[in-house]
């Protein structure tokens, strides 16, 4: 246990020397990924959807803190749902701004959930931002999480029907799409009700005093979520898509473990419980403490 502690600091203190590099290096490969990601769902410009314009702007984005990358990376999508049609990107462009005043009126600050909630919903596992968020953020952050999950929902449904989208013979429109595929579908809210679960119940647990309170909201935040969304597939009949989602659920859990070994250090071995008093009360304080490992003193003696 101890070599895996040390490790831990070790590559702490790595990352932490180099921060600012590490924070450039991040941002330029969120902005390559969701760019991407923008071309192989979407690709429909194509002179943005050329890799090394996705390399430029990755360089660029490595400048920018990870709030004006996705910034960058809406602009870029929008961009792109023009080219397939101005009224599906005029669609995505009001629900970018409704994203930020509802945001800003809920004091939501991390609204890149809005562009990564959208990427790893491509991979497979947009349920990672709702469990790294409930570990991580406050109460606040539901907002942003919510309004992502809208966003990359409305996206899956736009890529699904393309072909009918451009179709000039077609009857399709966006507003049909979104009143049949998105208020009209079970699935579509038993995704949205999936990821505010699963928020709320990591955001409760890991707050609450129980021992190995990190591990415990992970694993019944997994849990609550992939009993919704298995439901949600049965009652579409959408039966092929549980195996992606078994997968999609060990990738979070990973994630999730992951955040709870670099982020969180508690020894419970040693919990302590204090007690004290003032005027007015009289506190009993359970203390947990932090697992430190004393540093080797290196003697060095010259012969």
Same mark, same amino acid.
């Given at each position: 246990?101890?070599?895996?502690?040390?490790?831990?600091?070790?590559?702490?203190?790595?990352?932490?020397?180099?921060?600012?590099?590490?924070?450039?290096?991040?941002?330029?490969?969120?902005?390559?990924?969701?760019?991407?990601?923008?071309?192989?769902?979407?690709?429909?410009?194509?002179?943005?959807?050329?890799?090394?314009?996705?390399?430029?702007?990755?360089?660029?984005?490595?400048?920018?803190?990870?709030?004006?990358?996705?910034?960058?990376?809406?602009?870029?999508?929008?961009?792109?749902?023009?080219?397939?049609?101005? @009224?599906?990107?005029?669609?995505?462009?009001?629900?970018?701004?409704?994203?930020?005043?509802?945001?800003?009126?809920?004091?939501?600050?991390?609204?890149?959930?809005?562009?990564?909630?959208?990427?790893?919903?491509?991979?497979?596992?947009?349920?990672?931002?709702?469990?790294?968020?409930?570990?991580?953020?406050?109460?606040?952050?539901?907002?942003?999480?919510?309004?992502?999950?809208?966003?990359?929902?409305?996206?899956?449904?736009?890529?699904?029907?393309?072909?009918?989208?451009?179709?000039?013979?077609?009857?399709?429109?966006?507003?049909?799409?979104?009143?049949?595929?998105?208020?009209?579908?079970? @699935?579509?809210?038993?995704?949205?009700?999936?990821?505010?679960?699963?928020?709320?119940?990591?955001?409760?647990?890991?707050?609450?005093?129980?021992?190995?309170?990190?591990?415990?909201?992970?694993?019944?935040?997994?849990?609550?979520?992939?009993?919704?969304?298995?439901?949600?597939?049965?009652?579409?009949?959408?039966?092929?898509?549980?195996?992606?989602?078994?997968?999609?659920?060990?990738?979070?859990?990973?994630?999730?473990?992951? @955040?709870?070994?670099?982020?969180?250090?508690?020894?419970?071995?040693?919990?302590?419980?204090?007690?004290?008093?003032?005027?007015?009360?009289?506190?009993?304080?359970?203390?947990?403490?932090?697992?430190?490992?004393?540093?080797?003193?290196?003697?060095?003696?010259?012969?």
């Amino acid at each position: 246990m101890n070599a895996f502690i040390r490790l831990r600091d070790d590559i702490r203190r790595f990352v932490l020397a180099r921060e600012m590099l590490f924070l450039k290096i991040w941002s330029a490969l969120v902005a390559f990924v969701g760019l991407i990601c923008i071309s192989s769902n979407f690709g429909h410009n194509k002179h943005i959807s050329q890799i090394w314009v996705s390399i430029i702007i990755a360089l660029v984005c490595a400048f920018f803190p990870i709030q004006g990358v996705s910034l960058i990376l809406t602009i870029v999508l929008l961009i792109d749902l023009i080219s397939l049609s101005p @009224l599906v990107a005029i669609v995505a462009l009001g629900m970018v701004v409704v994203t930020y005043l509802v945001c800003a009126y809920f004091r939501s600050k991390n609204t890149y959930n809005m562009v990564a909630v959208p990427i790893c919903y491509s991979f497979g596992a947009p349920y990672a931002m709702a469990l790294g968020a409930g570990l991580m953020s406050s109460i606040n952050e539901l907002t942003s999480i919510v309004c992502g999950s809208v966003m990359a929902f409305y996206l899956h449904v736009i890529k699904d029907n393309t072909t009918a989208i451009v179709d000039e013979t077609s009857n399709v429109s966006v507003f049909s799409l979104i009143q049949e595929q998105m208020l009209q579908n079970r @699935l579509f809210w038993c995704f949205i009700i999936a990821m505010v679960s699963m928020y709320l119940v990591v955001y409760m647990l890991r707050q609450s005093s129980i021992k190995m309170s990190w591990m415990i909201a992970n694993a019944a935040g997994v849990a609550v979520e992939f009993i919704i969304m298995l439901a949600g597939y049965l009652l579409t009949s959408q039966k092929a898509e549980i195996g992606s989602l078994v997968l999609g659920n060990i990738l979070v859990f990973a994630v999730g473990f992951i @955040l709870n070994y670099f982020v969180l250090d508690l020894d419970y071995s040693r919990i302590e419980k204090v007690q004290f008093e003032d005027d007015d009360y009289y506190y009993y304080v359970t203390a947990v403490p932090k697992i430190r490992i004393a540093e080797e003193d290196k003697e060095v003696k010259k012969i």
